[in-house]
């Protein structure tokens, strides 16, 4: 079965700069969440979109921002990277009436130098 | 928000040994996630059991919602099952599906 596809798997940046963070969810699912888990720590809701709309927010820095395409792809663009931005990030998603079981992508490693 | 406690915060076992992990919520929920974070990081999902009980392998697991916790029950432990399991529930807010996470239980199997 087709999962969520999360790339890159691996990013590593020097601070100040920027990374964006694709995420591509199962198909026929219409719901796209982003998590952060900073080293020894659980998952951090960050934003969620419905539909290619923004559905709800949490702890998601300024310097973040992220968006749906028409193809229900997401991106999480962040910029001015801080070595405090390190962590892995999820993405998952989840369909409408199924319950929303939320399904998780392997993750991006971000690493800020 | 709510709030998701689990426990232990650690766990070690001798492989083949059975473990009950813990997770209490502070709220009504009708979603309940398990999950098993390997140790590349990957997030498994075990099991979605707002109530009830199920089963899949030597993995089962058993919610009671009225009383505000869940279970992870693990028979037979292999060394595979190392890893952080962790239990998350929607946000108690309207239409909201945000997932909150307890700390986790972190569990080693021992050969």
């Known amino acids: 079965a087709a999962g969520v596809i999360q790339s890159p798997r691996h990013l590593i940046k020097e601070k100040r700069e920027t990374a964006t963070l694709k995420c591509y969810p199962i198909p026929r699912h219409d719901t796209v969440y982003w998590y952060q888990q900073g080293p020894g720590q659980d998952p951090q809701f960050l934003i969620s979109?419905?539909?290619?709309?923004?559905?709800d927010k949490g702890s998601i820095p300024d310097r973040f921002s992220a968006q749906q395409f028409s193809d229900y792809h997401s991106e999480l663009n962040m910029s001015s990277l801080e070595l405090g931005d390190s962590a892995l990030y999820f993405c998952?998603?989840?369909?409408?009436?199924?319950?929303?079981?939320?399904?998780f992508g392997a993750g991006t490693r971000l690493s800020v130098l | 928000g709510i709030q998701v406690e689990q426990s232990p915060p650690d766990l070690i076992l001798q492989e083949g040994a059975n473990s009950t992990l813990r997770c209490n919520f502070s709220?009504?929920?009708?979603?309940l996630q398990w999950f098993h974070q390997n140790p590349w990081g990957q997030l498994i999902n075990l099991f979605y059991?707002?109530?009830g009980t199920k089963q899949n392998g030597r993995l089962s697991a058993t919610t009671v919602a009225t009383e505000r916790y869940s279970l992870l029950y693990i028979s037979s432990s292999q060394t595979t099952d190392s890893g952080v399991y962790f239990c998350a529930v929607p946000f108690s807010g309207a239409g909201s599906y945000q997932l909150t996470f307890g700390k986790g239980t972190k569990l080693s199997v021992i050969p």
């Open positions: 998952a998603s989840s369909r409408q009436g199924a319950k929303n079981i939320q399904y």
């Open positions: 709220d009504s929920v009708n979603n």
């Open positions: 059991i707002p109530s």
């Open positions: 979109f419905y539909e290619k709309m923004q559905s």
